[in-house]
């Protein structure tokens, strides 16, 4: 018998459920979902690689809402910490995304040559979908609460959207040359420096992201930038689709 049976029971009834059913029609893209699902919370070599990586991208949202709440009545700038954290937690699939390439199993990934699939779109749209759903959703969610007990005041909340739409554009990057398929590389290929460099790749990315928004709010044209930037992330997002639909299997050799 399985040992934890009502965990594959909560997983599997999941999947099985709205929004994620509408979601993951394809089986290989749901396979991968509950893989990589499973990897997040059962796994101890991810568990240990992924949350303390992603843990020093939390540290600058959190001081951000703590400040934005508990200084609500000196600050000129209401919003202003959210809009901070709601760019920096968009990042936070993406990097995850990258993090779940890696395991100590990677050797068991050659089935999924073997299997009679096109390309790794499949297989990357599940782990991304895992991704946004366990590590970026939650923060998000999270952090929102936090503010609105501190503060009292959910008016502000509508500054985490950009980051909100952004996320699962960003969450596509990785993605990009099927380079996303998940647990197919060796732990020791997950070096320290790269990721260092690219986590300061994606602050910087977030910092203009923020900045973007709080000219939005001192010129007035917040919401015209919440339309110019729902518009724009639905055709990047196709086109990064697109893109990774058309990915092949990378040579062996």
Known sequence: PAERPGRRRLLHGLVQAPPLRWWLRDPVTRASFLLSAAYLARDRDVKLRVYPAIAPLLCMPLVFVLQDATHRSSTS???????????????????GLSLLRYSQQWQASDLFRAAPLAGPAPLCHGARLASL??????LIVCLGGLFGVLQGDLSHLVFLLPGAIALPVLALIPC????????????????????G??????????????GLVLAARAYGWFWWLIMAESMAALAIRAWLRARVATARWSSME
């Open 176 to 195: 990009l040359g099927g380079n996303a398929v998940p647990f197919s590389l060796p732990g020791e290929e997950a070096k320290a420096a790269s990721r």
């Open 133 to 138: 759903l366990f590590l970026g959703l939650p």
């Open 197 to 210: 460099l690219s986590m300061f790749g994606m602050m910087m990315a977030a910092m203009a992201l923020s």
């Open 77 to 95: 700038n209401p919003g202003l910490g959210l809009a901070f954290a709601g760019s920096f937690l968009a990042l936070v699939p993406a990097f």
